[in-house]
């Protein structure tokens, strides 16, 4: 393992700048192959351990990484759901058109959502159907879900089992309106936008914070139409961006297991590339708000590969390798740059889809390279943002944050060669080491599997060894090829 023979110094600055909220670790989870059948939800009668029909051990996993929110229950599904059908003690099956043409049983509702989110201890983001619902439809489910009093709909939750109303922190208002979610040129979906959030009634204490549907990639356009149109009556702009290999052309997707040096550097190329989107977005934003007021959701973001050989093509089921953890970190490391506008993100998606934390197979599950990233990440949650200066090493990005009178460094190493030895320099003296992890792979490909579920997973760090210590105001760390690192250390005084 080469490696740069002189460190390089990067010091932490003496205060914070902003806050980094916990939703920039959100999660995403559609009715999309067995994300949610077979993934999240089981069924209360089924041999695997579940709570109410919620696998046990995706829960426990889950509340490892302290999933904030979920959204849910599409991405293109939320554009063809209708929630009546998942309510209640007889459902209604639909076809699942954007994905595999299966039948979609609708066992896993709204009731099952919010059973869900309180075994995570997590906030909804509950996508609305604007592409083929209608406005009395969302109305009707705002009031089902946030109603206390005596209504046509408070009641028939209270009929289906639910007597008090559920906390709905964040909804989004269509999803995708540009393509799967109605086609619509930006000017219409602003009009449409303007009415349908109208009808999204706050009737409790806990606000309904409205997301506009917003570009895909570099629509700046798109952009543009909806924050001069309808910036006053929403309160975040999504923004979906995919990590496609080849120069991110979508008939174009790789294998995410046969890939070789020029597939990983085009790989880090695109995930590097949402700096730039949020930056060009976030400056057309500023324009209209300048005061930072409405939130950028990056509601979708992950890799996008080529599905498993043998598996349903849409069901979007792809393995999940080191490449994929240096990727996640490299989207932390930008979220964290622009948090004072970028305050949620959620990848794509939970379980068993695209760039997922977990696999499952029947009983078996397996937690993924990402899934770990996130754990490595996770200590930055609601943490405040500190700047980090010098001149880094190419591959190499670092973040900071302090929170709880600690420091948390958390470093991605985007490079297939060389190590990298670095030097932090903190404000203050550290005192007691609380964390000090690296996650990496014996080789690029490096993946966990039902049968070698620990072929990725962290290592503790040890002072002394392989160029780690921490020394008065000094962190050492020696970063190995494509790999992940988090240190946590409490601040002395």
Known sequence: MPTSSTPTTLVLADAPTHHLDRRLQGQFAEHLGHCIDGGIWVGPDSSIANKNGIRSDVVAALREIKVPLVRWPGGCFADEYHWLKGVGPERQPMVNTHWGMVSEPNDFGTHEYFDLLHQLDAEAYVNG?????????????????????????????????REQPWKLEFFGVGNESWGCGGTMRPEHYADLYRQYQTFVRQYSDT??????????????????????????????????????????????????????????????????????????????????????????VVDEWGTWYQVEPGTNPGFLFQQNTVRDAVVAAIHFVIFHKHAARVRMANIAQMVNVLQAMLLTDGPRMVKTPTFHTFSLFSDHQDAEFVPVGGQFPDDVDVTASVKDGAHTISFVNAGLDEAAPLVIELPVEAGELLRAQVLTGATMQSHNTFDHSDEVAPVDLESGRDGFSVEGRRVSITLPPHSVATVRVQVRG
């Open 129 to 161: 159907n604007v592409g083929s619902g209608s406005v009395q439809e969302m109305s009707d489910w705002i009031e089902y879900m946030t109603l206390e009093s005596t209504s046509p709909m408070a009641e028939l939750r209270r009929a289906h089992g």
């Open 207 to 296: 606000p309904i914070s409205k997301i506009a549907c917003g570009a895909n990639v570099d629509d700046y356009r798109w952009t543009e139409v909806l924050m001069a149109n309808a910036a006053r009556q929403m309160d975040g702009l999504s923004l979906h961006h995919y990590t496609i290999p080849n120069e991110g052309i979508w008939e174009k997707k790789a294998s995410a297991l046969d890939f070789d040096a020029d597939g990983w550097r085009a790989t880090m190329v695109q995930a590097w590339r949402m700096d730039e989107l949020i930056t060009r977005h976030g400056q057309i934003m500023d324009r209209h708000d300048p005061g930072k007021r409405v939130n950028l």
